[in-house]
């Protein structure tokens, strides 16, 4: 069964630092999506992307944050100068985009920012 | 109010007990309904999926909608050491918009 895969599974970097997360969704998937689990927390919608283009972002998503399908497989999320209160677990999703409005998660990257 | 809320437990149960796990939330724009399990450190996992009221089974788990109380519960008949995990429900308003998640409730079921 297909999965969504992301990498690194973990990243640890220092305050002010550039981090680039990485995911490969499902092939046949159209929706993608970025999560994130600050540890203990809930998990928080980030931003949503369809058609090379967001489709809705939340208040945590600011200047700091874009996203990027740059080859049509992969799906990025760069944070620019990361900052201490980043430190959380980042998930990406995907969804086919018919049939069950169902979102399959990847295994998560755990970004670490002393 | 929080949007969703759910008890995060921790929930202990004895092998073979059915368990009941529940969600209520405020968003009245809500449709689409889901469970996704969550072990330690890892991505949740979907599973189950509900549109709208109603009940949706599958094998061990039970999805119950009732939108008319804004209340969502996951049953699970049973209950097996392997079930012990996070439990997250979660929502949304529209097809392929975001997810709106719980707390997640934690699930320990002991041998």
């Known amino acids: 069964e297909p999965e969504v895969t992301q990498t690194p599974s973990h990243q640890v970097t220092q305050m002010g630092q550039e981090v680039i997360l990485r995911c490969v969704p499902i092939s046949n998937h159209l929706y993608f999506y970025w999560y994130r689990q600050i540890l203990g927390q809930k998990v928080e919608f980030l931003v949503s992307f369809y058609n090379n283009e967001i489709s809705e972002k939340s208040e945590i998503f600011d200047d700091q944050f874009s996203v990027e399908r740059p080859d049509g497989s992969n799906f990025t999320l760069k944070i620019r100068s990361t900052k201490l209160e980043d430190s959380a677990m980042y998930f990406c999703a995907g969804d086919e985009g018919q049939g069950a409005d169902t979102q399959y998660f990847g295994p998560g990257t755990r970004l670490t920012v002393l | 109010q929080k949007e969703v809320e759910q008890d995060p437990g921790p929930l202990s149960v004895p092998e073979g007990a059915i368990v009941s796990l529940n969600c209520t939330y405020s968003?009245?724009?809500?449709?689409?309904f889901m469970w996704y399990r969550q072990y330690s450190r890892k991505g949740p996992e979907l599973l189950m999926y509900?549109?709208?009221?109603g009940n949706k089974e599958d094998g061990r788990f039970t999805a119950q909608v009732d939108k008319s109380s804004k209340y969502i519960s996951l049953f699970i008949r049973d209950s097996q050491p392997s079930d012990s995990a996070t439990y997250l429900c979660a929502m949304s308003a529209g097809s392929f918009q975001k997810l709106v998640f719980g707390t997640g409730t934690r699930l320990l079921v002991s041998p």
């Open positions: 968003n009245s724009a809500f449709q689409y």
């Open positions: 509900t549109y709208s009221s």
